[in-house]
């Protein structure tokens, strides 16, 4: 079975997106063992440039050490893809690195360069900006889509 990881910057505080992401991944668990790993937030009040730039590098150090098998950051520079243009990536990634996915949701000010970097592969979802507890569920909602159109299941339409 594919093993999906998704690691995250922050902690979902919304009952309503918690309640969403628990639904997809009991949808996940006939598919793939999906877990999520939260990283800190970094949290500072109106910080300077200098010290988002510490934020950035700080969250990144503890991203890193997270990251299993086949890497995909979550990056507004990456490359945009059709559910099943995902699906096929998802696919041909199965087999790579011991069956292991790992994609990085980067904190409120992005992700370090050097974690974009250690990336296998960097994929944007819009040019707009999500919160980053509804892009969670939003990215637990299209990896299930993938594995509902790799399996013939009928939700994807």
């Known amino acids: 079975m594919i093993k999906i990881n998704i ?6 505080k919304e009952k309503y997106f918690e309640d969403g992401i628990k639904e997809y991944l009991k949808r996940l668990t006939r598919f793939a063992d999906v877990k999520i790993k939260e990283i800190k937030e970094e949290n500072i009040n ?8 510490q934020i950035i590098k700080k969250e ?21 893809l059709s ?18 996915i790992s994609f990085v949701i ?3 000010y992005g992700l370090a360069d050097f974690v974009k970097n250690k990336a296998d592969y960097m994929l944007s ?20 889509r993938c594995f509902t159109i790799t399996n013939n299941v009928g939700y994807h339409k």
């Open 46 to 53: 109106n910080p300077t440039s200098g010290e988002v730039e």
């Open 7 to 12: 690691i995250a910057v922050g902690k979902v």
């Open 125 to 144: 979802v819009s040019d707009m900006t999500f919160p980053h507890t509804l892009f969670r569920l939003m990215l637990l909602e299209q990896i299930y």
């Open 83 to 100: 559910s099943i243009k995902l699906t096929e990536k998802i696919n041909e990634t199965a087999a790579y690195k011991n069956g292991e």
């Open 60 to 80: 990144g150090e503890s991203i890193i050490k997270e990251l299993k098998g086949y890497v995909i950051a979550l990056a507004i520079e990456g490359n945009k």
């Open 106 to 108: 980067g904190g409120s």
